[in-house]
């Protein structure tokens, strides 16, 4: 019997010979070693081909569903996301502060899903991201003329001679200096500063300046004053 007769007739014999589970071990035996016997066939012994679904070297790999990015299958056209990822096609990031970290400036992220996020911002800083520092000076806080210095969550009063206090609001003048004029009564205040006690027509304050001549001759000094009853 010539060689190209054998080969026609041999899968028919063999068919007829072997049993489906039997015929099943041989062609995996004929097959690529380790070829999928459910995903991977062959038409010539070494070969491993794959049927629809299935992909790889053995035929052992399934094919996720077109468009699928962040998931996986376990049978063809599957997308099962990975943690963090959700939707159709495993594109939408749930977990998008872990993965990007926008905010800033020590703020607090929230996923809110569908990859969005809130973040809270610490004191001091506003925006969507907590990217912008708020300016507390931005009020004028300090008083009389005091200078403002804008820090992280606080400011600072840098202020003229004759003030102090947080918002350089008190005067350091007292009633020893005789600041009530048109005969208002002066009552000096115990945190600082004092009270003029005005008569009637006469009420307000005012700030003059007063300039001493130093003892050393060394220059004059301005003494900033609130004078009251004016």
Known sequence: ????????????????????????????????????????????????????GFSGKYCDDCIRYPGCLHGTCQQPWQCNCQEGWGGLFCNQDLNYCTHHKPCQNGATCTNTGQGSYTCSCRPGFTGDSCEIEVNECSGSPCRNGGSCTDLENTYSCTCPPGFYGRNCELSATTCADGPCFNGGRCTDNPEGGYFCQCPTGYAGTATIRIFLILSSGSGWKVLNMITSCK
């Open 1 to 52: 019997m010539s060689a190209t007769v054998l080969t026609s007739v041999l899968p028919m014999v063999v068919r007829r010979i072997f049993s489906p589970v039997t015929l099943k071990v041989l062609v995996s035996t004929i097959c690529l070693p380790g070829c999928d016997e459910d995903h991977g066939f062959c038409d010539k012994p070494g070969e491993c081909k794959c049927r629809v």
